[in-house]
């Protein structure tokens, strides 16, 4: 079945963390009733779009959709079911924060149709949860990672690692506790200091500095050696799985395949009488309940050079690589035999059967090493 995914954003959050640059706002005056109303006709306007698909796979992301209202997830889910379809083995993912308080949902969520949890833990040390401004400890980042594993069919969990003044030594044990606790898929994000956030204040004022390499390649290949001795090798540059438990939805994404986004600031990739589209809604909250779909959305013809860019940087994301073939084809011609050979050399990217992949070394300089191949296509 040709893959084809929804992402619904929810961008309400109990407090807004100093790291994050997502496109959030405080949980404040939620109008579920007018956000019931104004998803189920985006929901309408793009099935007419994109008749005749089945979708794969659905995706709650934030913000914090775990503070939604679980009859509205579901009856969202409902919608799309009616609209186009689930596949059989459709993968229904929300993102969740675990407060106690937010757990006290999880069985509502499993009841409207989530089957798989993505929990924002992000450590599991209070001291580094307080440093990263969580509005939960670390017993309560467990109790749901326990919760959450008796209750939905699949559960991953989001960890930030290389903060400041952390060492190797306790991100080994931290992590080793984690995939002790028999999950099959994990997220391990190092944490980056993004613009016009409180910490990107802080690192100004010089409050603290992020490890500096090679200790952050050390991090970086720790992580890789711990969760492939756990049997959970990496499919993705943050991502590990055990076989078969890969995230569906992002994978759509990384094979650059079609999916739609409602929501405040949601993006989407649309494949429309042969024309590829970036698909992009409005990010202000007012004007995304405000406006009518033609006025939110806006669709941007992508030009083959474009697309065959946004499928080497999605792509080479991935362990599998890149097919060449299927670069040639959106892009319209052949990467550059010298590029790749450069590249080659340099022991950052390797070939075999048409597939194009990176090296260990080639991971770590993703946006440098697509540069190069584009460099003179
Ligand atoms: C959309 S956010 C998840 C939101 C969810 N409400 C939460 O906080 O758990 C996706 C993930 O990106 C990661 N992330 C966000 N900002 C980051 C940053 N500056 N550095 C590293 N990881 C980050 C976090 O692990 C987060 O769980």
Redesign the pocket.
């Known amino acids: 079945m040709t893959a084809f995914g929804l992402y619904f954003h929810w961008p309400y959050?109990t407090r807004i963390?100093p790291?994050?640059?997502?496109n959030v706002v405080r949980n404040r005056d939620v109008d579920t009733a007018a956000w019931a109303f104004v998803l189920a006709r985006d929901l309408d306007w793009l099935a007419a779009k994109t008749a005749g698909r089945k979708l794969t796979s659905i995706y709650f992301?934030?913000?914090?959709p775990s503070l939604m209202p679980p009859s509205l997830a579901g009856a969202l889910i409902d919608q799309c079911t009616a609209l186009w379809g689930l596949a059989p083995d459709a993968e229904i993912t929300l993102?969740a924060?675990p407060t106690d308080a937010e757990q006290a949902r999880f069985a509502a969520f499993k009841t409207a149709g989530i089957n798989r949890l993505s929990l924002?833990i992000?450590s599991l040390r209070d001291q580094a949860l307080r440093f990263l401004g969580r509005n939960h400890s670390a017993a309560e980042a467990r109790r749901a990672l326990d919760l959450s594993l008796r209750l939905f069919d699949r559960t991953t969990l989001?960890?930030?690692y290389a903060r400041p003044d952390q060492s190797l030594a306790q991100w080994q044990a931290e992590l080793t506790e984690a995939l002790a606790t028999g999950i099959e898929h994990l997220?391990v994000?190092?944490?980056?200091?993004?613009p016009e956030?409180a910490?990107q204040k802080a690192v100004a004022r010089k409050a603290w500095a992020l490890p500096e390499d090679p200790l952050q390649a050390d991090f970086y290949d720790l992580t890789q050696g711990l969760c492939a001795d756990a049997g959970l090798p990496a499919y993705e540059i943050s991502n590990h799985a055990t076989p078969g438990q890969e995230s569906r939805h992002n994978l759509i994404y990384w094979h650059y395949q079609e999916y739609a986004g409602v929501g405040p600031g949601a993006h989407g990739r649309l494949l429309l009488d042969g024309t590829r589209y970036a698909v992009e809604t409005r990010k202000a909250v007012g004007d995304y309940l405000a406006l009518g779909q033609r006025d939110k959305f806006t669709l941007e013809p992508l030009s083959r050079a474009e697309q065959g860019a946004e499928y080497l940087l999605t792509g080479l994301r991935l362990t599998e690589g890149i097919n060449l073939q299927a670069y040639e084809q959106l892009a319209g011609l052949r990467l550059p035999a010298k590029q790749v050979q450069y590249l080659g050399e340099m022991a950052l990217i390797e070939v075999s059967d048409d597939i194009l992949r990176l090296t260990a070394a080639g991971r770590r300089v993703l946006n440098r090493v697509v540069l190069e191949l584009l460099a003179s296509s």
């Not at 992301?61 to 914090?64: E, F, I, L, S």
């Not at 994000?189 to 993004?194: K, N």
């Open positions: 959050c963390c790291y994050c640059d997502f992301g934030g913000g914090t993102e924060n924002g992000q989001d960890l930030i997220s994000y190092q944490l980056t200091v993004e956030t910490f």
